[in-house]
T-cell receptor
Framework: GAVVSQHPSRVICKSGTSVKIECRSL??????MFWYRQFPKKSLMLMAT?????????EQGVEKDKFLINHASLTLSTLTVTSAHPEDSSFYIC??????????????FGPGTRLTVL | GENVEQHPSTLSVQEGDSAVIKCTYS??????FPWYKQELGKRPQLIID?????GEKKDQRIAVTLNKTAKHFSLHITETQPEDSAVYFC??????????FGTGTRLKVLA
């Protein structure tokens, strides 16, 4: 139980294009989803928190117009990196909490998406 | 806001020895502390967690201790094996379900 998928696993795009990353909870309803960014050999940096049906809450320093988050259903959240630039290249990981497991506040992570912007 | 410090940043142990990773947090309101293991290029996997109403929790070779007064918690791995080699992250819950992660500890178990 508590499986989170993420798609795509890898994406390479040209500078200036937009990229959408999907995060799905496969066997539970995710009331809250989180988006993280991770640089090589670094920790997970929380970008934003999204709750189903409401606007995402962004962490300080994260541009909400650049990183668009949509949590349209209890099993799907999307992150769109708009007008991507090389400095946006990173490993993006989502996590979800919800109605699964012994703890409703345990975060279960997706496998991550490696974004490379040329 | 919450701040979580983790040390050491790297740790090498001989196979069969114990490994200890320590974290401190700043927000006294935090009451949930998970530990994650992340292998290279893969997702963080929850390995153990502890709540503030408990001082210690054990699961086979892994244990976590929490000192709420001192605001620190530790991960203990006994009888380490090569497959324990990975990066370990502690976290403290800060606000509704939101985690603040430590900086990570790269554990190497030498065969």
């Amino acid at each position: 139980g508590a499986v989170v998928s993420q798609h795509p696993s890898r994406v390479i795009c040209k500078s200036g294009t937009s990229v959408k990353i999907e995060c799905r909870s496969l066997d539970f309803q995710a009331t809250t989803m989180f988006w993280y960014r991770q640089f090589p050999k670094k920790s997970l940096m929380l970008m934003a928190t999204s709750n189903e049906g409401s606007k995402a809450t962004y962490e300080q320093g994260v541009e909400k117009d650049k990183f668009l988050i949509n949590h349209a259903s209890l099993t799907l959240s999307t992150l769109t990196v708009t007008s991507a630039h090389p400095e946006d290249s990173s490993f993006y990981i989502c996590s979800a909490t919800g109605t699964s497991g012994s703890s409703t506040d345990t975060q279960y992570f997706g496998p991550g998406t490696r974004l490379t912007v040329l | 806001g919450e701040n979580v410090e983790q040390h050491p940043s790297t740790l090498s142990v001989q196979e069969g020895d114990s490994a200890v990773i320590k974290c401190t947090y700043s927000d006294s309101a935090s009451n949930y502390f998970p530990w994650y293991k992340q292998e290279l290029g893969k997702r963080p996997q929850l390995i153990i967690d502890i709540r503030s109403n408990v001082g210690e929790k054990k699961d086979q070779r892994i244990a976590v201790t929490l000192n709420k007064t001192a605001k620190h918690f530790s991960l203990h791995i006994t009888e380490t094996q090569p497959e324990d080699s990975a990066v370990y992250f502690c976290a403290a819950e800060s606000g509704t379900y939101k985690y603040i992660f430590g900086t990570g500890t790269r554990l190497k178990v030498l065969a």
